[in-house]
């Protein structure tokens, strides 16, 4: 089992420009969420899913999209970059009664 | 709605101990905690769910007070590796979306 993997692992961006950060996972687990975490900060939820089909916000949603089309896969999207949005990211898959599995996080700069 | 930590930091020597205090205002599933070192992704430590079931790593214990919705992390014996940022995640017991959510997180440094 690979787990979850994230990709990239390091992007920078340009102010205003798009990009999705691709987050799979291969143990059918059903909740998948991103995270955001700045300096010294802790883990702010972005948006998370409970099934394929199915997202909602969490706690900083502005200036980002997901989808969930398959249990696989949680793309999440940046529609127009802002530097307020350089942080780190993390996504995440777990059963409702497991801890929860992280990828390996994409740390994006946007300049 | 986030847990509230505490303390925010703690330093410790080789070999002491540390409690982790986590709490909620609403009622608890599960807590989970994670320890996270710089630049790396969280590493799972413990779950503790309603009806007192929980799992995690042999040297961890915590403790999970349903009634208080609480929960506390205890670090015996520290060591070094132990030095990092822990964070406890909550999912609540109400509304069917059940996400989990972390607190601001508790530094600990542990010195030789």
């Known amino acids: 089992n690979a787990g979850v993997t994230q990709t990239p692992k390091f992007q920078v961006l340009k102010t205003g420009q798009s990009m999705t950060l691709q987050c799979a996972q291969d143990?059918?687990?059903?909740?998948m969420s991103w995270y955001r975490q700045d300096p010294g900060m802790g883990l702010r939820l972005i948006h998370y899913?409970?099934?394929?089909?199915?997202?909602d916000q969490g706690e900083v949603p502005n200036g980002y999209n997901v989808s969930r089309s398959t249990t696989e896969d949680f793309p999440l999207r940046l529609l127009s970059a802002a530097p307020s949005q350089t942080s780190v990211y993390f996504c995440a898959s777990k059963r409702l009664t497991t801890e929860a599995f992280f990828g390996q996080g994409t740390r994006l700069t946007v300049v | 709605q986030q847990p509230v930590q505490s303390p925010q930091a703690v330093i410790l020597r080789e070999g002491e101990d540390a409690v982790i205090n986590c709490s909620s205002s609403k009622a608890l599933y599960s807590v989970h905690w994670y320890r996270q070192k710089h630049g790396e992704a969280p590493v799972f430590l413990m779950i503790?769910?309603?009806?007192?079931e929980q799992k995690g790593h042999e040297k961890i214990s915590a403790s999970f007070n349903e009634k208080k919705q609480q929960s506390s992390l205890y670090l015996t014996a520290s060591q070094l590796s132990y030095s990092g940022t822990y964070f406890c995640g909550t999912v609540l017991s109400s509304g069917s979306a059940r996400q989990l959510t972390f607190g601001s997180g508790t530094q600990l440094t542990v010195l030789p």
């Open positions: 143990m059918n687990h059903e909740y």
């Open positions: 503790l769910l309603k009806g007192g």
């Open positions: 899913s409970v099934g394929a089909g199915i997202t």
